[in-house]
């Protein structure tokens, strides 16, 4: 079952699943584009868990942060209501999503919240990959891991959005700043590690039922699932 609620206000969030832990999932670049997540919301659920999918906006003009937190506030809220400590919950981005997820683990501290766990999806970095949360790039020099949440790292070998070489090279920067990380290489491209393809007419990324955006959405789901499973 799915339920629709407003997190703010105009501000949507899908809910999955009523029982299990919970997991919040931020899509990508584009407005309000947490459809193209379905299908991976819906294999995540399967697995038992809670799974809010948020909108959210990165052209706003606080880019995106206040959707951001304001999700991750309602996901916090689910999970106390179903007896859960919030710090406990897993947080999973795809693309810009998976940039910010990062910079959310970073700076738990000068939130005042905790993480369970961090699945990043096709994550960006560099100059041109913002965290919305701060308005800047990752940092170059990133902060000590040793102790915090454990992070997963799903990315497609024929990405050419968030290129392998990206990919890795972030999770070599985290674990070598004491993160506890792990790689997980799926065949696929940007779209299919999130069950989704680039539709041209639309300039934007739409679900797909093609049996490679299937295969890597259930593949995605069941990283996603055992990080939130560890962490709970």
């Known amino acids: 079952m799915t339920r629709t609620e407003e997190y703010a206000p105009g501000r949507l969030l899908d809910v999955r699943g009523e029982t299990g832990p ?8 584009g407005a309000d584009a947490r459809g193209v997540l379905a299908t ?15 909108d959210w906006d990165a052209d706003r003009p606080d880019g995106g ?22 710090d406990t919950i897993t947080v999973a981005g795809w693309s810009l999503g998976a940039v910010a997820a990062t910079g959310l683990a970073l700076d738990t501290e000068g939130l005042g919240l905790g993480v369970g766990a961090l699945v990043l999806i096709a994550p960006a970095d560099g100059p041109r990959a913002v965290n919305a949360l701060s308005g800047r790039p990752l940092p170059a020099s990133l902060p000590d891991g040793a102790g ?7 990315y497609g070998d024929s990405d050419t959005v968030t290129p392998p070489d990206m990919v890795c090279g972030l999770e070599l920067r985290l674990r070598a700043a004491g993160w506890a990380t792990s790689l997980h290489e799926l065949d696929g ?27 890597g959405a259930t593949a995605t789901a069941q990283v996603i699932a055992a990080a939130a499973t560890s962490s709970s």
């Not at 959707?67 to 999970?79: C, I, N, P, Q």
């Not at 069950?195 to 739409?206: L, Q």
């Open 22 to 29: 919970v997991v919040l999932l931020w899509h990508g670049r």
């Open 65 to 86: 942060r206040g959707d951001l937190l304001g999700s991750l506030g309602r996901a916090r809220e689910l999970a106390v209501e179903r007896d859960q400590d919030p």
């Open 148 to 154: 915090r949440c454990h992070i997963d790292i799903v």
């Open 189 to 215: 491209d940007h779209g299919d590690v999130v069950g989704s393809t680039y539709d041209e007419r639309r300039d934007a990324y739409v679900p797909a039922a093609t049996p490679r955006a299937l295969a």
């Open 40 to 54: 991976l919301s819906e294999r995540i659920a399967g697995h038992g868990l809670t799974v809010v999918t948020a």
